[in-house]
């Protein structure tokens, strides 16, 4: 059972930055694919980035590619995203995801292969 807590959404204006966490509650959280999500109003939950247990392999979406970095500090047990040269499109939900899987990148943009899901912090980038 893993139980997660995002933190650090809020407004900011284009161009600028963003570093949100996912607190984590698990003794084996070395051993989760985590993940981040993000879902604007009237659209689907989009997959955002991934990173594997050991911290050194990550996939991003295109859309993201080159601006958010995502990592984590195993030794913390918390996720992290920073998210550099924000967009007004970059406006959304953020949500935190886990799941237990032989390779993190499998599937990993896909919302149902996540079993572990935080509550959300709201992201808003104004033009």
């Known amino acids: 059972q893993v139980q997660l807590v995002e933190s650090g959404g809020g407004s900011v204006q284009a161009g600028g930055s963003l570093r949100l966490s996912c607190a984590a509650s698990?003794?084996?959280?070395?051993?989760?694919?985590l993940g981040w999500f993000r879902q604007a109003p009237g659209k689907e939950r989009e997959g955002v980035a991934v990173?594997?247990?050991?911290?050194?392999?990550?996939y991003y979406g295109n859309s993201v590619k080159g601006r958010f970095t995502i990592s984590r500090d195993n030794a913390k047990n918390t996720l992290y995203l920073q998210m550099n040269s924000l967009k007004p499109e970059d406006t959304a939900m953020y949500y935190c995801?886990?799941?237990?899987?032989?390779?993190?990148?499998?599937?990993?943009?896909?919302?149902?292969?996540?079993?572990?899901w935080g509550q959300g912090t709201q992201v808003t980038v104004s033009s």
């Open positions: 995801a886990a799941r237990i899987s032989p390779t993190c990148a499998s599937w990993w943009a896909v919302r149902s292969e996540y079993k572990y």
């Open positions: 698990a003794y084996t959280f070395s051993s989760y694919c």
């Open positions: 990173i594997n247990r050991g911290g050194d392999s990550t």
